[in-house]
C-alpha cells in the first residue's frame, strides 16, 4: 500500500506560467513534508518543506500548500522557469513513527517550454 | 567540502557475482541511508543507519547487507547479485530528528546481466 502518491507521472507547462504538482498521503502520522528536485544523473536535492502544524510555506517561487484534512499537498512553482524541468519527490515523515525516515512518492516530471 | 559522495559511478555485473557500493559524507551527519530507484518509482529504503556501529532494515533489505563502521562511511554490499537488483542506488545522510531533510550523493547505475 503506498503511503505517498503523485498521481501525474509528468506536467508540461509554459515557461512564466504556474506549476502546480500534487502528492496526496493516506497515513495520519504523518507530520513533516519535503519536495526533492531531481536532476538527470545526479541525485535529489531538497527544495521545500512544510510542518503539519502549518498550511503554507514559502520560499522564492516556490511554494507548498498543506490540506490536512484532504491528506493533501501541493507544491506551486510562479513563475515556471525552464531549468526548473527535473523530477519532483514528495516526501513524508512522522516524528513519532518510522525513527524520523522519509517515505517517497514516485515522482512526477516538469517540463518548462521556453 | 565535498557533501555525500558514492563509489563507483557505475558497474555492469554478471548474475552471481558480488560487491560493495561505498557511500562518504562529511557534514558529520549521524543517520546514512540507502536507496534504489526503480525506472517510474519512487525511492524506496534498503537500510539505514542511525550513528556508528548501527544498522537497520528499511522497506526493501533481501539480498542487501551493509555496515557502519565510521561515521561517515555507509557501505552497502550485494551478496549474490540477481537482475532484479539493476537499479540507481542513492546514498544519503542528515542530522538526527527533528532535522528532516536528507542530503543525496550523485548515485551509483548497477546492471546485473
Known amino acids: 500500500d503506498q503511503q505517498v502518491k503523485q498521481n501525474s507521472p509528468s506536467l508540461s507547462v509554459q515557461e512564466g506560467r504556474i506549476s502546480i504538482l500534487n502528492c496526496d498521503y493516506t497515513n495520519s502520522m504523518f507530520d513533516y513534508f519535503l519536495w526533492y528536485k531531481k536532476y538527470p544523473a545526479e541525485g535529489p536535492t531538497f527544495l521545500i518543506s512544510i510542518s503539519s502544524i502549518k498550511d503554507k510555506n514559502e520560499d522564492g517561487r516556490f511554494t507548498v500548500f498543506l490540506n490536512k484534512s484532504a491528506k493533501h499537498l501541493s507544491l506551486h512553482i510562479v513563475p515556471s522557469q525552464p531549468g526548473d524541468s527535473a523530477v519532483y519527490f514528495c516526501?513524508?515523515?512522522?516524528?513519532?513513527?518510522?525513527?524520523?525516515?522519509?517515505?517517497f512518492g514516485d515522482g512526477t516530471t516538469l517540463t518548462v517550454k521556453p | 567540502n565535498a557533501g555525500v559522495t558514492q563509489t563507483p559511478k557505475f558497474r555492469v555485473l554478471k548474475t552471481g557475482q558480488s560487491m560493495t557500493l561505498l557511500c562518504a559524507q562529511d557534514?558529520?551527519?549521524?543517520?546514512m541511508y540507502w536507496y534504489r530507484q526503480d525506472p517510474g518509482m519512487g525511492l524506496r529504503l534498503i537500510h539505514y543507519s542511525v550513528g556508528e556501529g548501527t544498522t537497520a532494515k528499511g522497506e526493501v533489505p533481501d539480498g542487501y547487507n551493509v555496515s557502519r563502521l565510521k561515521k561517515q562511511n555507509f557501505l552497502l554490499g550485494l551478496e549474490s547479485a540477481a537482475p532484479s537488483q539493476t537499479s540507481v542506488y542513492f546514498c544519503a545522510s542528515s542530522f538526527p530528528p527533528p532535522a528532516n531533510e536528507q542530503f543525496f550523493g550523485p548515485g551509483t547505475r548497477l546492471t546485473v546481466l
Open positions: 557534514m558529520n551527519h549521524e543517520y
Open positions: 516526501a513524508a515523515l512522522s516524528h513519532n513513527t518510522n525513527a524520523g525516515k522519509s517515505t
